[in-house]
C-alpha cells in the first residue's frame, strides 16, 4: 500500500515569495492533516479536512497561509508571503476517518528554508 | 490548547533499556501514541494505549500509563543503535481528534 506522498522534499525561497506544497493520501482515507514542525520542536496542527471540508483550521495562520482540498483527496498548502520563521518542516498526514483511536499515517515532509 | 511535556534527551547504552516519559493534561484523551522520527524522516507510529488501559506491551516496546496523574511512559528493552531517533508523544485533541505532540526526546544509543 503506497504511503502518504508528498511534494516538493526541499524548496528554499526567499522571503516574501510564494510556495505550494502538494500532498496525496493514502488510497480511501476521508481526514488530511498539515502539521507544520519547527526545528527542535513537536508537530503543530496547521488545518484539517473530512473529505473536502475543514474540521479545524484555528492554528492556521490566514493571512499567509491557505490549503484546499477540492474533491477530496489531494490537498495543496500555500504560504504567501514568506517568512523567515515559516521555515519548518511541513507534513501531510491522513487516517482513514477523523475518529480517536483511528491510525494517523505521515508522510515524510516537505523541507522549508526562507532566507 | 493542552500542553505535552516529555524530557528533550535520553543517552543509554546498547543493550540496556530506555525509559522515555511523557506527561500530558488533556485528561479527556482517549487514545496516548508514540510515534519516531528519524533524521530526515516523517513520523512512525510506535504503538498507541487506549485510555482505559494501564499498559501495554508490543515486542520490545512497553507503554505504561497512569492516567490519575497524567503520565505516560515508553520502556525499549534491549535498546539498539537504530533505536536512536527522536520521539514523541502525542494525544488525541479535543477536536477533530488531531493530535497534539510534545516536543520529542531525542534517544541516543551509544555502543
Known amino acids: 500500500e503506497a504511503g502518504v506522498a508528498q511534494s516538493p522534499r526541499y524548496k528554499i525561497i526567499e522571503k516574501r515569495q510564494s510556495v505550494a506544497f502538494w500532498c496525496n493520501p493514502i488510497s480511501g482515507h476521508a481526514t488530511l492533516y498539515w502539521y507544520q514542525q519547527i526545528l527542535g520542536q513537536g508537530p503543530k496542527l496547521l488545518i484539517q479536512?473530512?473529505?473536502?471540508?475543514?474540521?479545524?483550521d484555528s492554528q492556521l495562520p490566514k493571512d499567509r497561509f491557505s490549503a484546499e482540498r477540492l474533491k477530496g483527496v489531494d490537498s495543496t498548502l500555500k504560504i504567501q508571503p514568506a517568512k523567515l520563521e515559516d521555515s519548518a518542516v511541513y507534513l501531510c498526514?491522513?487516517?482513514?476517518?477523523?475518529?480517536?483511536?483511528?491510525?494517523?499515517?505521515f508522510g515524510e515532509g516537505s523541507w522549508l528554508t526562507v532566507v | 490548547g493542552e500542553d505535552v511535556e516529555q524530557s528533550l534527551f535520553l543517552s543509554v547504552r546498547e543493550g540496556d533499556s530506555s525509559v522515555i516519559n511523557c506527561t500530558y493534561t488533556?485528561?479527556?484523551?482517549?487514545?496516548l501514541y508514540w510515534y519516531k522520527q528519524e533524521p530526515g524522516a516523517g513520523l512512525q507510529l510506535l504503538t498507541y494505549?487506549?485510555?482505559?488501559?494501564d499498559m501495554k506491551q508490543d515486542q520490545r516496546l512497553t507503554v505504561l500509563l497512569n492516567k490519575k496523574d497524567k503520565h505516560l511512559s515508553l520502556r525499549i528493552a534491549d535498546t539498539q543503535t537504530g533505536d536512536s531517533a527522536i520521539y514523541f508523544c502525542?494525544?488525541?485533541?479535543?477536536?477533530?481528534?488531531?493530535?497534539?505532540f510534545g516536543k520529542g526526546t531525542s534517544l541516543l544509543v551509544t555502543p
Open positions: 494505549i487506549f485510555s482505559n488501559m
Open positions: 479536512f473530512q473529505n473536502n471540508g475543514v474540521v479545524d
Open positions: 502525542a494525544e488525541n485533541s479535543n477536536s477533530g481528534y488531531a493530535l497534539n
Open positions: 498526514a491522513s487516517s482513514l476517518t477523523g475518529i480517536s483511536g483511528n491510525t494517523i499515517y
Open positions: 488533556d485528561s479527556s484523551s482517549t487514545y
